[in-house]
């Protein structure tokens, strides 16, 4: 057998281990292939594109994550792939376009799953080269009378399938339906994801759980002196070492003012003694992703001022999470973090009460700007409405997993700030599961009451 044979043989070996993951999901993302084409309606088509490979420097790309819409329908991972959805279509409803094998590739860049296997490996009705895409897509939509597709995404796959749109109008010269609308997929699909199955549910328990000990294990390892990346290579070595592809989203670990940064991420300044230190970090597991954040004494011991700020957002936390439930309209987890906090603030003597007045004026926001969570998924700030029909809010439903992350924070720019609380920064955020008769706190596997957290920091530094 020679080189390129072996080559060959070993790549066929890498596809069929791989299909054995891909067979646990292929029932599951059929059936939501099914229920998305029964919401569309007969007529309709709707496409889906992988994500674009993204160059990082010269030739080296980052590495490659698949489009989640695709990916939660397909469970296909390939860049350079088109799934097109024609629900009734007797012969192939399920299209899908994707690379042909080319061992000159699979060499340098592992196994594809190639046209020919594109039924077994994927459950695809009907393959074509992606290098055809363009010839056979206008022929693919004659009959359809629109086209569920999201415009703005992908600027090279928009001209694709407005070229293709607009050819089967064209061929079509009134003799035949054509489509004469592109509309946007959200409503449809985005809502589907919204609400988690059972199989997401224990993707997501599993994210959680590896997330909150990588959480734990940054506690134990926390000393002064150590840098920002430090931690953050310490938390993300236990996501990986336990299953993780990834980091969910780039990890934040910001000690002192730091910390007063929303969305910091540069991770390259010392933790000191005397300071807090906070870690917002999530591993993907999966393809979903955890969402925690806690923050805590670098020395192992709250501050007085500290201590005062750790335990009102604390509170804040605990009282929305004790509101959730069926039912409850989604903006009022906000305003009863909004609430706690703001009176919290009032009795410090930082804001001026009442505390109505404090909120209808929004002085709380110097201190307190940004929601208190987000839907949580395949993404880490995940798809569906948070509003329906024009109301403010939505109710909740059981399946839904979200956020719960208040937060206090005294940037050294903010001129309300007292000066005893300047770079104080404490946010606490757990990711939650609307259950049938309440909710269920996924990260609870990572302390967060001060006497616990004063306990594990350090202990193995």
């Known amino acids: 057998m020679d080189q390129a044979e072996t080559a060959e043989q070993e790549a066929d070996e890498a596809i069929v281990t791989e299909s054995s993951l891909r067979e646990a999901t292929g029932d599951v993302c059929a059936a939501r292939r099914a229920r998305l084409m029964q919401r569309i309606g007969a007529t309709s088509a709707a496409l889906f ?13 980052f590495a490659y994550r698949p489009n989640s819409d695709l990916w ?7 860049p350079q792939a088109v799934m097109l959805l024609l629900p009734g279509h007797e ?21 594809r799953v190639g046209v ?10 009907k393959a074509f080269p992606i290098t055809e895409l363009d010839e056979q897509l206008p022929k693919l939509l004659a009959g359809r009378t629109d086209l569920h597709y999201a415009l703005g995404l992908n600027p090279g796959m928009d001209a694709s399938v407005i070229a293709a749109y607009r ?3 064209r061929t079509a010269r009134g003799r035949a339906p054509a489509p004469m609308a592109i509309k946007e997929p959200r409503d449809a699909l985005h809502e589907m994801r919204l609400i988690k199955s059972p199989e997401e549910i224990e993707a997501l328990r599993e994210a959680c759980r590896v997330s909150a000990e990588g959480h734990v294990r940054g506690m134990r390892m926390t000393k002064p002196g150590m840098t920002e990346f430090e931690l953050q290579a310490e938390i993300e070595y236990h996501f990986q070492r336990h299953g993780a592809r990834s980091p969910g989203y780039p990890s934040i670990v910001g000690t002192g003012a730091n910390a007063c940064v929303l969305h910091y991420i540069d991770n390259r300044d010392t933790l000191e003694d005397g300071q807090l230190v906070l870690v917002d970090a999530g591993a993907e597991v999966d393809w979903y992703t955890g969402d925690i954040t806690r923050t805590w004494p670098v020395s192992g011991t709250f501050s007085g001022h500290q201590r005062m700020i750790y335990d009102l957002v604390l509170r804040a936390q605990m009282e929305a999470i004790s509101i959730i439930r069926p039912g409850l309209d989604y903006t009022e987890i906000h305003k009863t973090t909004v609430e706690v906090i703001t009176q919290g603030l009032i ?18 926001k110097k201190f307190f700007m940004h929601g208190t969570g987000h839907w ?26 979200f956020t719960i992350e208040p937060g206090i924070y005294f940037h050294p720019e903010e001129e309300a700030s007292p000066a005893e609380y300047v770079g104080i920064g404490v946010r606490i955020e757990d990711d939650i599961l609307v259950t049938e008769d309440g909710c269920e706190v996924l990260t609870a596997g990572v302390p967060k ?13």
């Not at 949580?376 to 997993?401: N, T």
């Not at 001060?450 to 193995?460: C, M, R, S, Y």
């Open 49 to 61: 594109a992988a994500n674009p490979e993204r160059n990082r420097s010269n030739d080296t790309d």
């Open 72 to 78: 939660y329908l397909t469970g296909f991972e390939e």
């Open 376 to 401: 949580l998924g395949i993404d880490v700030h995940d798809v569906g409405a948070y509003a329906l029909d024009g109301k403010k809010g939505r109710p909740l439903e059981a399946g839904m997993v």
């Open 91 to 111: 012969e192939h409803p399920f299209v899908l376009f994707l690379r042909e094998r080319d061992m000159k590739f699979e060499i340098w860049d592992g196994p």
């Open 116 to 125: 020919e296997r594109a039924r077994e490996m994927v459950g695809a009705d």
């Open 347 to 364: 009795d410090m003597g930082i804001l001026e009460g009442p505390m109505e007045k404090a909120i209808e004026e929004k002085t709380f």
């Open 449 to 461: 009451e001060p006497e616990e957290i004063e306990a594990i920091v350090g202990t193995d530094a």
């Open 167 to 169: 050819k089967a109008q």
